[in-house]
């Protein structure tokens, strides 16, 4: 009887960690930019203009941006794994790196070359890939599923202080706003946080220092704006 096989969270790292930073900066980026027009004594409309544009942006930017970047890991992953199907071709070579590296985890020789000589045996790309170059099929680049998380989870983090926006009257917006975006922050470190079994209230209070800070600099910066201009 097979066992089953346990879940681990180290396969949820790539899609959490984008949909996490994507929905973070959505709260930030336009709960900053709000509270920034709000301070600098602009109309209700220019606030939601405002906010509105950087949802837009702030999407677009952050799915471009995680594509290009987690692309250029999926090349190097492509260009690793064809340099070593060069190196294959030296079969004897090969199989005896792969025992070092077994040997080194713990193994006697001879069981070291017993497993690498097994696992070449059935799939030598797969084995060197794994445990010489450190590329699996959980932790592989996958650019277009990290572009999509990130966008989507934006647009869903920027959605919150835009809504807190539009349905706060325009004297009441700054406190409400900032508030209501430091709650958002606090939830979504704490479930972050939760999901990869870190600490939660550790992460929701870094993320609430951190989102305070920023807001209250994009605040001081539009009132000063607003006060020389």
């Known amino acids: 009887m097979t066992a089953p096989r346990q879940a681990h969270r180290t396969g949820r790292s790539g899609w959490l960690r984008a949909a996490v930073l994507g929905a973070n900066d ?11 027009v709000a301070a600098a004594h602009g109309t209700h409309q220019s606030v939601l203009v405002a906010g509105v544009s950087g949802l837009l942006a702030g999407a677009m930017a952050m799915a471009s941006g995680e594509f290009v970047s987690v692309h250029s890991q999926a090349d190097t992953e492509a260009a690793d794994l064809a340099l070593e199907r060069v190196h ?11 025992a070092e590296i077994y040997i080194g985890r713990g193994l006697t020789p001879a069981l070291a070359a017993e497993v690498a000589g097994q696992l070449m045996a059935h799939d030598a790309l797969g084995a060197h890939a794994r445990d010489e170059l ?3 099929d959980e932790l592989k680049a996958r650019p277009g ?8 989870s934006f647009s869903g983090g920027a959605l919150l ?8 009257p325009l004297p009441d917006l700054i406190p409400s706003v900032a508030v209501a975006s430091l ?3 606090a939830l979504l470190g704490a479930v972050a946080a939760h ?7 550790r992460s929701a209070l870094r993320v609430s220092f951190w989102g305070a800070a920023a807001m209250a600099t994009t605040a001081i910066a539009g009132t000063l704006f607003g006060t020389y201009a």
């Open 195 to 201: 999901s990869g079994g870190a600490p939660v209230l």
């Open 145 to 152: 599923q990290a572009a999509i998380a990130s966008a989507i």
């Open 183 to 185: 709650l958002f922050l």
């Open 26 to 36: 959505g709260i930030l980026s336009t709960a900053s930019l709000v509270l920034g």
């Open 161 to 168: 202080p835009l809504l807190a926006s539009v349905l706060t």
């Open 134 to 136: 450190g590329i699996t």
């Open 88 to 98: 294959l071709e030296d079969h004897e070579a090969e199989l005896e790196e792969l």
